[in-house]
Structure formats: C-alpha cells, structure tokens
C-alpha cells in the first residue's frame, strides 16, 4: 500500500510538472513566417532598373577629415602635409563646421561634399599662388552608422570605405530579431541643419529606394519592437511565477508525502 502511494504521488508531481510546461507553451506566441520575411511584394521572378548612384558624402560637424595635398613640388607637397604620417594630415570639423588648414587659415567645410571641398582647397591654393598644380583629396575617416532597437548586435558600425547600404548595415548588425517590427523600420538622418525621419517597410522592399538604400555618415536605424516583445517579457514573469509556485508545491508534497 505505502509502495502504491509513493507512485501515485510520483505521478502527481510529474502531472503538475507537464501542465506546466503546457501552461508555458500555451502562454507563447507563434510569428507568423511573413511578417519575418522581407520583400513579401516581390512575388514572381522580375527585373528592375537600377539607378546609378551618385553618391556623395556631406560633411558634418565633427567630422574627421583627411586632407592630402599633392604638387609638382616635393618640398611643397611635404610643407603642407608636414603635420600626418605617410603624407596624410586629419582635420576636425569643428563646432562652428571650419577646418583650419595651413596657409589657408579657416575653410567651412560642413554643408559641402567631398568633391566640393577638395575642389575648394584646389583653388584656394592656386590663387594664392602657395602650390601649382595642386591635386587634393578629402576623405572621412570618422564615416560610421548607428543601429538601435531590435537587432542581434546593435552599436556603431565603422564604414572604413566610406559607402554602406541598408542591407549591409543590417547584416552587420547581426539582422533583426524575431521581435523586431520588418514593417516599421525608422531611419534617422542629419542634413543642412536639418533631423529628417523616414520609415521604412522591410516587408514590402523599401530598402531599396534611392534616398535609404545607400546610408550616409552617422545616418541612425531605429527598429520598434513588436507587440509580440512586449507581451513576451509579460508571459516570461507569468511563467517564472508558476514555475516558482510548482516547484514550492512540489518540495512541500515531497517532504509531506514522500521524504
């Protein structure tokens, strides 16, 4: 008799046990599998134009830039890169957007674009008669996008090479979570003085448009939560509190019944 009532307490325990774990998975949500897809609009084999890009890299403030100044000249040349190693020197674009640059004292060089810029000190430096000839080259070396929100690995992401798309940037964040909103994606981006939002819909392809597709510097990528993230951080407390009440339950018919 004590045999058969040990069992059957055994048999309990394990009752309470598996409605637990069924309690559990009945207290999880199923995402569906198109709203973890992208392109859902895309439906048969196509073929779409694509645009060349002409990309061009606004210059902001406190941006780092490499200048290198070249001449004819190699004692020229090395007086106005004297300051870098390897005949590079780097500028900061201060908070008032001006770099100062040898000889030439205070250049604004936030609101233009690379190209311009170079094309600035170029002719700056000519009619001032410091160089001849001159060939200028700017790059930001500081170029890098921040990704927020419901990613696997957010944080700032380098460009090294100046040029990143929304898709890389994606992937390099490690991609969305599962709870990540594909249809509500927010792009953040500073421009003339200006803060422009832009939501983007993953589901339907608008990463590719031409003003998103192609990031410019310290351009933010914000992905929402989805409702499915809130309600499952509710059911995790749910769940730990059953599983706390079970197992109290549990040691208490143990120490009653069985010990």
């Keep these: 008799m004590l045999i058969k009532h040990l069992m059957k307490q055994k048999v309990h325990i394990f009752n309470l ?3 637990t774990i069924f309690l559990g998975s009945l207290l999880s949500s199923c995402i569906s599998s198109k709203q973890l897809a992208y392109f859902n609009n895309i439906k048969e084999d196509s073929t779409s134009t694509i645009q060349p890009a002409n990309i061009q890299t606004v210059i902001s403030k406190n941006d780092i830039l490499q200048i290198e100044i ?5 004692v020229t040349t090395a007086r106005f890169n004297s300051a870098g190693s390897n005949g590079k020197t780097e500028y900061l674009v201060d908070e008032t957007g001006v770099i100062k640059l040898p000889y030439l004292g205070a250049v604004k060089a936030e609101g233009l674009n690379k190209k311009q810029l170079a094309d600035f000190i170029t002719n700056a430096l000519i009619k001032s008669e410091y160089a001849k000839d001159p060939i200028v080259s700017v790059r930001v070396t500081n170029f890098f996008v921040t990704i927020l929100g419901e990613v696997v690995r957010p ?8 040029r990143i798309t929304l898709p890389e940037a994606l992937a390099a964040a490690g991609d969305l979570t599962p709870y990540g909103r594909r249809n509500d994606v927010l792009l953040i981006r500073e421009a003339n003085g200006e803060r422009i939002y832009k939501h983007i819909n993953l589901n339907k392809g608008q990463m590719f448009d031409p003003e998103v597709y192609n990031l410019q510097n310290q351009d933010k990528i914000y992905v929402y939560p989805s409702r499915n993230r809130a309600a499952s951080v509710d059911r995790t407390g749910q769940l ?3 599983v ?4 109290s339950l549990v040691i208490v018919v143990y120490v009653q019944f069985i010990k």
């Design 17 to 19: 046990i598996a409605a």
């Design 244 to 247: 706390a009440s079970v197992v």
């Design 155 to 162: 944080g700032n992401i380098p460009v090294p090479n100046e």
């Design 240 to 242: 730990i509190s059953i």
């Design 70 to 74: 070249s001449t004819p000249d190699p």
